[in-house]
């Protein structure tokens, strides 16, 4: 994310220091400059700030507390309020409450009674997921029936967790919307999403969904950002329920993983429009010049992926430069444009490169 955002940046000729925990990272490899330190050094984060214009940041894991630290007046347009609502599912949640859109049923759990009185309410199959720290579905339970409760208690040790209804929804969708210190907002198209294994594997945009739905799904992300008083990204995951009701799942305060079809489907791509939020400048219109589909590239998939390649010239390619291929890591990103993208879902599928998401698939999501 970190090197897409810092591509987009050197474009408008911005130069880019970069502070991540590992060496030669992928933004690293791109930057003018890069720190190696843990997001919580403050030492490392004052030698940033003090060569740095504007600071931005594109993971929500970082620490509020040593961003806040910084002495020297840089620059951190999105603030470190949305780190603290986003690091926190409880909050985040009740922010969305607040914001008076929809959120999935949820209750705070921080002990086993909890659990047990919240499945009273809540029912089976409900989620317990940890408040904290969790990502791509870690840190997360079903709970179809009694018998699961006693699992409970293992995510528990990790802290406070919240219980959701599990939610049979039609389909997942996401929007991405980016808003300026002078209130100023721009949304992108609304993607569809497509989980495997509760990480994502697909996004397709437009998102086949009616109008009026679009419409609901785009007004509710403009209400959260400008509740939240966003500067910079907010991502905003939904669930699209039969009749067309759309409950929040998740937030994120940066550019994300379903938005990178916007590289090169849309006028504006989410990368560069949250550069132009953090600086300042104005902000990029964001049609679609084409419908499109985004195809993760695990670790599983990047040796076909690479070979695969030479006889694929409307695969537009973005391979990261992290280290290790491992299974399940996000290695890189396909978009492919084109008029028809049921067309292009099939011809990814002939591919066979993602056979495990799509040959099994009811084997291996176990969400659904
Ligand atoms: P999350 O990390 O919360 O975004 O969850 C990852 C994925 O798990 C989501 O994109 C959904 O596919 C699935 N999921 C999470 N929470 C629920 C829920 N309450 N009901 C149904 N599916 C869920």
Redesign the pocket.
Known sequence: MGRMLALAARNLGFKIAVLDPTPNSPCGQIADMEITAPFNDVEALQRLAKISDVLTFEFENIDADALDQLTGNPYIPQGTDILRITQD?VLEKQAIEKSGVKV?PFEVIASFEDLRQAISKLGYP??L?TARG?????G?LVIRDKGDLAKGSELLSHGVCVL??????QK?ISVIVTRKLDGSIRVFPVAE?I?VN???HQSIVPARINENTQIHAIGSAVQLAESLQVVGTLAV?M?LLDQDDILV??LAPRPHNSGHFSIEACETSQFEQHIRAVCNWPLGHTELHSSAVMVNVLGQHLEPVIKALGNEPDWKVHIYGKREAKKDRKMGHITVLGEHPMEILEMLNQSNIWTEQTGDKKEKVD??
Request: net charge negative; aromatic share 14%; charged share 30%.
């Open positions: 599912r999935v409900s989620v997921k969790g990502y791509d579905g870690k997360q959701e209804s599990f939610i049979p929804f997942e999403n989980h509760n990480i994502l995951e669930f799942n998740e969400m659904k």
